[in-house]
């Protein structure tokens, strides 16, 4: 299973939108509504921020949004604040019933 | 509070074998489905198994079949990742990660594998 397609840096102002894509297959991100996205700050453990490509778990926050549209899954975080600076990582359920991530997108705010 | 820690971690040569376990609390953990997740160093995430809430359905990375198994104690709200035949390339932290339909909705801190002559 080939990892999901994320472009490596994404970068922004505070107060600006910015959106991570992530690309796959039909074996994966297109063939099921099971794409999850989650926050890595260095040196700690991930966090779930979006779940089943567009639901927000409680607690997070409502500038972080997620669609879908064929092979490609997209992450929009809105009102860039200096804390979202992280990386951030898209996964799939897949046809092998396996899971896979993307290879991540380190989000700069300028 | 959902709390899992992992632990087991450490350096081994390469052939050998390690096991993982992963700690549970603050949930019921005998309804929850859980992954290990590995990331090697400065790399991504990459998931590693899956075990269902009851251990009757599991399922593994290409990457690590046959050599790895998941296991879970439900008495012990323990995880557990018995690795085997290790690799330079299985060096990692390793996370556990609570599954939550068909995502990972609580993960550990981790714990580092490393192997190595």
């Known amino acids: 299973q080939s990892a999901l397609t994320q472009p490596a840096s994404v970068s922004g102002s505070p107060g600006q939108s910015i959106t991570i894509s992530c690309t796959g297959t039909s074996s994966d991100v297109g063939g099921y509504n099971y794409v999850s996205w989650y926050q890595q700050h260095p040196g700690k453990a991930p966090k779930l921020m979006i779940y089943?490509?567009?639901k927000r778990p409680s607690g997070v926050s409502n500038r972080f949004s997620g669609s879908k549209s064929g092979n490609t899954a997209s992450l929009t975080i809105s009102g860039l604040q200096a804390e979202d600076e992280a990386d951030y990582y898209c996964s799939s359920y897949t046809s092998s019933s396996t899971w896979v991530f993307g290879g991540g997108t380190k989000l700069t705010v300028l | 509070q959902v709390q899992l820690v992992e632990s087991g971690g450490g350096v081994v040569q390469p052939g050998g074998s390690l096991r993982l376990s992963c700690a549970a609390s603050g949930f019921t953990f005998n309804n929850y489905g859980m992954h290990w997740v590995r990331q090697a160093p400065g790399k991504g995430l990459e998931w590693v198994a899956f075990?269902?809430?009851?251990?009757?359905?599991?399922h593994y990375a290409d990457s690590v079949k046959g050599r790895f198994t998941i296991s879970r104690d439900n008495s012990k709200n323990t995880l557990y990742l018995q690795m085997n035949s290790l690799r330079a390339e299985d060096t990692a932290v390793y996370y556990c990660?609570?599954?939550?339909?068909?995502?990972?909705?609580?993960w550990g801190q981790g714990t580092l594998v490393t192997v190595s002559s």
């Open positions: 990660a609570k599954g939550a339909g068909y995502s990972f909705d609580s």
């Open positions: 089943d490509v567009s």
């Open positions: 075990i269902r809430y009851d251990g009757s359905y599991i």
